[in-house]
């Protein structure tokens, strides 16, 4: 499974962007996608997360209200609208996809990455 992420940029706290994630390859086999980020000097952090059978979805804390995952599964392509942007989510985001049959939320569970993609949110 290959994953492509797009749709970062520098915007203005309160602003709201959209990433993009592809799939391609052996789709057939992930049950979920998800998107981490990662701050300088932190380590990576679960963001969202979404079950693709059921469309169940999944938030870290801070973002709940402002952050929304999606998927379309004609495009195999997985979305984060992200509004009301804080200088605190300014990351690389990466999008992530797992062939496990049960909901996780560990990095270390997802076998499949993305090649990151910049968010810097200024204040």
Not at 8 to 37: E, H, I, K, N, P
Not at 48 to 75: C, H, Q
Not at 102 to 117: A, C, F, K, M, N
């Amino acid at each position: 499974v290959q994953l492509q992420a797009s749709g970062g940029g520098l915007v203005q706290a309160g602003d709201s962007l959209r990433l993009s994630c592809a799939a391609s390859g052996r789709t057939f086999s992930v049950y979920t996608m998800a998107w981490f980020r990662q701050a300088p000097g932190l380590e990576r952090e679960f963001v969202a997360g979404i079950r693709l059978g059921s469309s169940t979805t999944y938030y870290e804390d801070s973002v709940k209200g402002r952050f929304t995952i999606s998927r379309d599964n004609a495009k195999n392509t997985v979305y984060l609208q992200m509004n009301s942007l804080k200088p605190e989510d300014t990351a690389v985001y990466y999008c992530a996809a797992t062939s496990a049959s049960s909901w996780r939320r560990s990095s270390g569970s997802y076998g499949y990455w993305g090649q990151g993609t910049l968010v810097t949110v200024s204040s």
